[in-house]
């Protein structure tokens, strides 16, 4: 029965859709990819082609083009759906930041998020940095274990590491993982 | 001592003619850590961090080198000793403590309930609660001015609150833009600036018709704003662009856009320096009023988001 407990405890939350907590949470993951920055740009720097990398995302429709302003929504092969939107694009300089528009506890377990993506070189080839700030799903003061901030984290960290594992499969001509 | 205790963490401002050579720290409360760090005056090293308990949000300064600290997740208020550079006591608060403001004798705590849309008034020597008084959703900010009225951030609301403290009652809400969440008086008080999250602009209202009289465009996400002590210059974190944006507080004209760490929040201003908490970067950043350029970078403990100016302690 704890699956149906967790279904009511989903919907009940799900109004709460802009609410942010007082304790952010940071995420934080790098990888170093054998490619020039350029390549891995490339690939990485179409914000709404996140589908063509990423091995959690079954599918990503982009609007309002690749520029401040623009969005995508992200439906995740586990079921939930991501709406971003594009902040700041900054193609010279390899980076992008965006922001989580609406919170689905089913794609991730957190009520909100920005993060940025940068490329930058390293040795002969490129790191790509992903790092952002969360509040957990639930941001009461008593949060049930699958909204708390480990449960964000964990999630988080999860999702950013696997999206760079993809990424750097695809940039360097591997098969994902 | 003309030193105002009536301003949140989010900004502070030293009164002119004050005692001089008076000691003054800049104080840095870091989230993650659950510390309380001291920044020597023109610092390039911090002093050894205080735990002060899990997730302190934002700090203020009160009278007699005391400073006060919301936990939001532990429902509590820690109070510090500057002097002593201790904890002198923690209470208990019912509710989600977060935005801060000390009276001007040191007697009463302004203290916002975020999940519960309201301002608590407690007694600063026992946190006993004294009254509440009903604010928008998610009250942010709160800045007290000399004559007694208390200004919150409703960051759900898109407006600010007016409160008389004393009475304990609101007396206006004022539009502003989206997620309201810093708030800076200019030194003669007839000036809030409201730093917009979503919107990523800066409010200006005029205090004495209770309106909006101008919005500044920032960009990106502004999280923290503080007034220069001459009132000419607002400075704004841009919490998306990792930058302190600095404009003219007459016409919203940008003067500089400083880069700083990862994720700036909060900012104070304390003699000729400007300090930026880079709550990604675990820094703070120590800015030069005169050139509006980074001169230092100092480390402290993860997750720094608010700062606060205390003086007469022993650093």
Known sequence: MRLGVLT???SLLSGAALAHGPTPQKVDQTIVIAAKPDAVWKVVGEFAG??????????SEGSGGNKSGGSRKVTLKSGGTLDEGLDEMDAA?????YRLSEPDLKGLP??????????SPEGDGSKVEWLGRFYRGDTGNEPPENLSDEAGKAAMNRYFADGLKGLKARVEGKPAP | MTWRCALVGLLVVL??????ASPVSVYVASQGAGTLVALAPGPSVSASPVVVGRSPAQVAPGPNGLLYLTHPDARQISVFDARRGSLVRTFPVDGQPFG????ADGARLFVGDWAGDRVMRLSAETGALEGTVSVGKEPAALVLDRRGRLYVADRESRQVSVVNSLRLERIATIPVGEAPFALALDPTEDRLYVANVRSGTVSVIDTVASRTIATFAIGGMPYGVAVSPDGGLILVTNQQGGTLVVVDATDGMRRATVPVGRYPEGVVIAEASAYVAN???????VID????????RIAVPDGPRSLAVARGGDR
């Open chain 1, 8 to 10: 009511i405890s989903l």
């Open chain 1, 50 to 59: 996140i589908d063509r990398w990423h091995p959690d995302v079954a599918r």
């Open chain 1, 93 to 97: 300089a390899r980076s992008y930041s």
């Open chain 1, 110 to 119: 957190v009520s909100s998020y920005t993060a940025t993506l940068t490329v």
């Open chain 2, 15 to 20: 009164g002119a003619g004050g005692v001089q």
């Open chain 2, 100 to 103: 801060i403001a000390v009276s």
């Open chain 2, 279 to 285: 709550w990604f970067s675990d820094s703070v950043s």
């Open chain 2, 289 to 296: 009023m005169a050139t509006l350029r980074e001169t230092a």
